[in-house]
């Protein structure tokens, strides 16, 4: 939300709205309905009958965007130790009965959610949720655990980012870009920051965020919302909301004045490229033209055989190993549109970089290819019967919009949203992005001199 | 304001009763002979089709090391008179998928269509598997793509170890090689070397095939026939068995990096051998199953050495061998490895437990059917079975054979399976006190 950094929106309303909104369960289409319990819990449940099987998962409105500063990591942290011991369970104990009744069962972190997973026959679900409650509020964490695993979460920080220079440079790059935002801080932690987290920040961060009216429910699979809703209330529903639940604020960006450039040198480089990211709008409620066309922008620039900069770049003037574009408008505040060229041997990172500039230049003046941009509607519609296949996926799509401040009613407009967007609305919409001092230019190289 | 929630007094296990997959496979044959397998579902209006060719990147032939593969990846590129960007196009206006994949064992299509097109969708298809163009210029230009992963893999911890530990094990074998070539032989390849490679290894003697979605047995009768019955009918001879050449002890492959890479392994056993399940469950036991297995509890949730740690049975066309991977910061590498060797000793010393058996029972036969969710998982695992040689009526039969496993059995074939006097480490990084 908030292109052009006006103020902060409360977000208190989208706390509280749902339980008023969802009191009775209303069927959006044949496939998904929402409700919400008492205490605030909003529950979605998306039907697919093909095979006896149910993923449930719980989403919580609460990321590593939501941390105080001082303790980057521990929302990641806390989603480790959530499968430790609570007042009911051993440590290990959760994954252990998952895996006993033929499920399987993980958890992931990012800026704005935490969300916890499992796959099991359908029959198992009522488990499922009972042990799902039981540690949204029982957690019991011991020191032992939290020195332990500690260490995990440090060899997986090796594992993802210290290990490979490319996670490092985009580290750099976003901490380059989020000059006020929580989103410039690695959702895994700055090192030193994770290598003190101890007990009470868990407890503290679980405290204020893990509570069922900032928790949503979603249930795919072989269900009907009649018995989610039944099995919700017995084990989910005397869960008592934390009344103290903050007001989804954090510090927003400032308003960009200067472009910011930084060249990350690491012998481990093979292939140098450079990235160009600029902050950009995301989808808001009720608002989601500016990203559908910011959306279709990096599909025409870069997605595929036929786009703009691969065709430019890779098939003419053959300058680039590889060209592409993308924006992720699913986010709760301001995100990014980047752009990469990864330029071919004996093209240098400035003279990618120029190419870079010139192309985007040509796209916002030359005309749009109607026909391609034609191709790609047609393309996301059909995507929509391919993504019925993978109940997974849209219950996903739910989590992630809805713990970005979005409706229900925002994901089911999407694709007509998608369909309204013009030429004109792309090209105004990409020539606001890419503003200069909005900008992060980033060179990954083995050799900075060389690369010049 | 958290209310402590008493209403669970214990959490219980329903003891899971033996699952079956749900699915009605039908075996399909052409008019004009072509066999598959289908799923029919008319559920939602797209059909998944899979299609793979027994030999893969094994069947490169003597210094055309990634033809194969380089070949795989030109088929999108153009195909009569469409070039890569008209064919890129056409595919688009349909809205299908197509995805060629290389590997070891196979070469594979992964094909997404729409019913409302399918007829133009299989069109396209064909021209692409039948009668690719190899372009000298797009060959150039993927050529520059693979060129640069084959660079970004020589700086890779993981492709380093993976190359390092593959050249230990199998030597000139093919497995011991990467089957995406090497930049020399990457550079070396020309427009004959892929027509020389797609002849080898897209023919009629090799093919399998399944759908699963929206289409009928005889409507894909048909279809086989038209998308490949132009098909050669034989194609280069098979590639031949190899044994593991690994040594006991512990390699180490120096690059600077803060956390190292342990690949580890010894020799293993076949699919088809009799004692294969129960090495199976044995190697779910130590070393597979998410979080649930010996090694994620001693090595990361005890110790928090590592954030995974993985042993499985490996097990190829040509070769198979018991395989395991795990890593660690470069100053505690070597008591992750000290804490896998004594894993193993133990697992042959003091076998496994009943509870550890029934466990393990329990979740390989209820994870069984969650796999056959959606019609592309379902089309990959049937032409996956059919080049494993086994039936339809092997997903009925699967779950009671991991049952069949007893105690005894299980703990005489761990001794026979898992060889701690074997065990061979490639380790690459800057490990401390290796």
């Given at each position: ?9 409360p ?12 009191a009775?369960?209303?069927r959006?289409d ?14 979605v449940?998306?039907e697919?009958?093909?095979a ?5 998962m719980m ?13 980057s ?7 480790h130790?959530?499968f ?5 369970m051993?440590a ?6 998952v895996?006993a009744?033929?499920?399987s ?16 026959a359908?029959d198992r679900?009522?488990l ?20 332990t ?12 980012t210290e290990?490979?220079?490319g996670a ?7 901490a ?10 690695p959702?895994?932690?700055?090192r ?13 961060y ?16 072989d269900v009907?919302p009649e ?5 919700a ?11 103290d ?7 927003q960006?400032?308003?960009h004045k200067?472009?910011?450039r ?7 480089v093979?292939q140098?490229?450079?990235s160009?990211?600029y902050l950009?709008?995301e ?9 559908a ?6 599909e ?8 703009f900069m ?6 003419e ?19 990014r549109?980047?752009t990469?060229?990864v330029?071919?041997?004996?093209v240098?990172?400035s003279e990618?970089?120029a190419?870079?500039?010139?192309v ?5 003046e030359e005309p749009?290819?109607t026909?391609h ?6 393309n ?9 296949d993978?109940?997974?996926g849209l ?5 992630r919009a809805l713990?970005t ?14 369909d ?15 503003q200069e001092r ?10 900075a001199?060389?690369?010049? | ?5 008493l209403?669970?007094?214990a959490?219980?296990?329903l003891?899971?009763?033996p699952l ?11 008019p004009s ?12 209006p ?16 003597a210094?055309?090391r ?10 999108e ?12 196009q056409?595919v688009?206006e ?9 590997s ?6 992964s ?8 007829d ?8 692409a598997?039948?009668?690719p163009?190899f372009?000298q210029d ?11 992963m084959l660079q ?16 230990a094990?199998?030597?000139n074998?093919?497995?011991g090689?990467n089957g ?19 002849q080898d290894?897209?023919?009629?003697d ?8 929206d289409?009928?047995?005889?409507e894909?009768?048909a ?5 490949l ?9 098979m ?7 690994l ?13 190292s ?7 293993g ?5 009799p ?10 036991i ?8 010996r090694?994620?509890?001693?090595v990361?949730d005890?110790?928090g ?5 993985y042993?499985f ?6 070769s ?5 991977q795990v ?6 590498v070597a ?9 193993w000793e133990r697992?042959?010393?003091?076998g496994?437990t009943q509870?550890e058996?029934?466990h ?6 209820g ?12 089309a990959?695992?049937?032409v996956?079975?059919?080049m494993?040689g ?7 039969t ?7 496993v007893?105690?005894d ?19 690459v990084g800057q490990?401390?006190?290796?």
């Amino acid at each position: 939300m908030r292109f052009g950094f006006r103020l902060a929106v409360p977000f208190l309303a989208l706390l509280s709205a749902p339980i008023a909104a969802f009191a009775e369960t209303v069927r959006w289409d044949d496939q998904v309905s929402t409700f919400s319990l008492d205490n605030g819990m909003d529950v979605v449940v998306i039907e697919d009958h093909r095979a006896p099987v149910v993923v449930h998962m719980m989403w919580y409105r609460a990321g590593s965007a939501d941390e105080k500063p001082g303790v980057s990591g521990v929302a990641h942290f806390l989603e480790h130790l959530l499968f430790k011991a609570t007042d009911n369970m051993e440590a290990g104990e959760f994954s252990r009965t998952v895996a006993a009744n033929g499920g399987s069962d993980n958890a992931f972190t990012s800026y704005d959610y935490t969300a916890y997973f499992q796959r099991v026959a359908s029959d198992r679900l009522e488990l499922m949720m009972q042990m799902e409650a039981d540690r949204m509020v029982n957690l019991r964490l011991s020191e032992a655990d939290i020195l332990t695993e500690r260490e995990v979460i440090i060899e997986e920080r090796n594992q993802r980012t210290e290990n490979d220079p490319g996670a490092l440079f985009n580290e750099q790059a976003n901490a380059a870009m989020y000059m006020n935002h929580r989103y410039g801080v690695p959702i895994i932690g700055w090192r030193h920051e994770m290598e003190t987290l101890d007990l009470q920040d868990a407890q503290d961060y679980y405290e204020q965020f893990y509570a069922p009216n900032n928790a949503i429910l979603i249930v795919a699979g072989d269900v009907t919302p009649e018995d989610v809703k039944d099995m919700a209330e017995r084990h989910y529903g005397p869960l008592e909301a934390n009344l103290d639940l903050p007001e989804r604020l954090r510090p927003q960006e400032p308003d960009h004045k200067a472009a910011r450039r930084l060249v990350y040198e690491d012998p481990r480089v093979a292939q140098p490229y450079v990235s160009r990211a600029y902050l950009a709008p995301e989808r808001d409620n009720g608002d989601q033209k500016t990203a559908a066309a910011l959306m279709l922008a990096a599909e025409l620039l870069g997605d595929g055989q036929t786009a703009f900069m691969t065709q430019r770049l890779q098939f003419e003037d053959k300058s680039a190993v590889y060209a592409t574009a993308y924006y992720r408008g699913t986010s709760l505040d301001d995100t990014r549109f980047t752009t990469i060229v990864v330029p071919v041997p004996g093209v240098s990172l400035s003279e990618a970089e120029a190419n870079m500039d010139r192309v985007l230049q040509e796209f916002l003046e030359e005309p749009i290819d109607t026909a391609h941009l034609d191709r790609i509607k047609r393309n996301m519609r059909a995507q929509e019967i391919f993504a019925k296949d993978n109940v997974q996926g849209l219950a996903n799509r739910y989590g992630r919009a809805l713990t970005t401040g979005l409706t229900i009613k925002d994901v089911l407009d999407w694709p007509d949203v998608v369909d309204s967007v013009n030429e004109d609305d792309i090209k105004t919409a990409l020539r606001d992005v890419l503003q200069e001092r909005t900008s992060v230019t980033g060179w990954l190289t083995s050799d900075a001199e060389a690369a010049k | 304001m958290r209310q402590i929630f008493l209403s669970i007094t214990a959490v219980f296990v329903l003891l899971a009763a033996p699952l079956r997959a749900d699915v009605d496979i039908q075996e399909v044959t052409s008019p004009s002979g072509l066999k598959a397998w289908l799923v029919e579902d008319h559920t939602i209006p797209f059909m998944a089709l899979r299609i793979g060719f027994k030999g893969g990147t094994s069947l490169d032939r003597a210094d055309k090391r990634g033809a194969v593969s380089l070949m795989m990846a030109m088929l999108e590129e153009g195909t009569g008179n469409l070039d890569a960007r008209g064919y890129a196009q056409a595919v688009d206006e349909l809205a299908a998928s197509f995805k060629f994949d290389a590997s070891d064992d196979a070469i594979s299509i992964s094909a997404r269509m729409l019913s409302e097109n399918r007829d133009e969708a299989i069109e396209l298809l064909k021209g692409a598997i039948i009668a690719p163009n190899f372009d000298q210029d797009a060959i150039d230009r993927v050529k520059g793509q693979i060129q640069s992963m084959l660079q970004s893999d020589l700086k890779d911890p993981n492709e380093i170890a993976r190359a390092a530990f593959d050249r230990a094990a199998y030597g000139n074998h093919a497995y011991g090689s990467n089957g995406d070539g090497t930049p020399e032989s990457i550079a070396a390849l020309t427009q004959e070397d892929l027509f020389a490679a797609h002849q080898d290894t897209v023919a009629r003697d090799r093919v399998f095939i399944s759908a699963v979605g929206d289409i009928t047995a005889e409507e894909l009768g048909a279809l086989m026939d038209t998308l490949l019955s132009d098909l050669p009918a034989t194609g280069a001879k098979m590639p031949k068995r190899v044994e593991v050449g690994l040594d006991a002890g512990v390699t180490v492959v120096p690059f600077d990096t803060p956390q190292s890479v342990a690949l580890f392994g010894h020799r293993g056993i076949g699919r088809h051998h009799p004692d294969f399940f129960a090495a199976f469950v044995a190697s779910t036991i130590l070393g597979g199953g998410g979080f649930e297995s010996r090694l994620m509890e001693e090595v990361r949730d005890k110790r928090g050495l590592t954030y995974g740690v993985y042993s499985f049975l490996a097990t190829r066309e040509n070769s198979e061998m018991v395989f395991g991977q795990v890593a660690s910061a470069n100053d505690r590498v070597a008591d992750a490895i000290d804490v896998i060797k004594a894993e193993w000793e133990r697992l042959v010393e003091e076998g496994v437990t009943q509870e550890e058996l029934d466990h393990s029972k329990t979740y390989l036969t209820g994870a069984y059917p969650l796999r056959f969710d959606g019609n592309g998982p379902i089309a990959n695992i049937l032409v996956g079975m059919q080049m494993q040689g086994l039936s339809t009526d092997y997903v009925n039969t699967r779950n009671d054979k991991v049952n069949a496993v007893t105690l005894d059995e299980i703990n005489r074939v761990i001794k026979e399976v898992y060889l701690p006097d074997e065990l061979h480490f490639t380790v690459v990084g800057q490990p401390e006190g290796l």
